[in-house]
Nanobody, 127 residues
Framework: QVQLVESGGGSVQAGGSLRLSCAASGPTYSRNCLGWFRQAPGKEREGVATIYTVTGSTWYADSVKGRFTISQDNANNTVYLQMNSLKPEDTAMYYC????????????????????WGQGTQVTVSS
């Protein structure tokens, strides 16, 4: 069973940076696609970024391209989300998620396809 534990959220002013971490455990084959999702109050959960751990390929939502970077540390079973140039509209609960996936499917960032989820970490960006 895959388990995910996020950390690194907090409060920051617009233009600032935060790095989220997600420590993963469980069968490696069940988490070859890792993703970050976020949900703001009153909004649907959005797929922010995904990474296919086999190749390191990454995909991003248009709203965060050029500002956010997803990366992995295979030795420590950890995936990161570096968030730069943060905006108030980035305020949300951020969740780490994992699934078994093909390369193509990992690129879709479809929430429904992810089976394992972390508890979430809050990110608040003030103007």
């Amino acid at each position: 069973q895959v388990q995910l534990v996020e950390s690194g959220g907090g409060s920051v002013q617009a233009g600032g940076s935060l790095r989220l971490s997600c420590a993963a455990s469980g069968p490696t084959y069940s988490r070859n696609c890792l993703g970050w999702f976020r949900q703001a109050p009153g909004k649907e959960r959005e797929g922010v970024a995904t990474i296919y751990t086999v190749t390191g390929s990454t995909w991003y939502a248009d709203s965060v391209k050029g500002r956010f970077t997803i990366s992995q540390d295979n030795a420590n079973n950890t995936v990161y989300l570096q968030m730069n140039s943060l905006k108030p509209e980035d305020t949300a609960m951020y969740y780490c998620a994992a699934r078994y996936s093909t390369w193509v499917a990992c690129s879709s960032r479809r929430e429904a396809d992810f089976r394992a989820w972390g508890q979430g970490t809050q990110v608040t960006v003030s103007s």
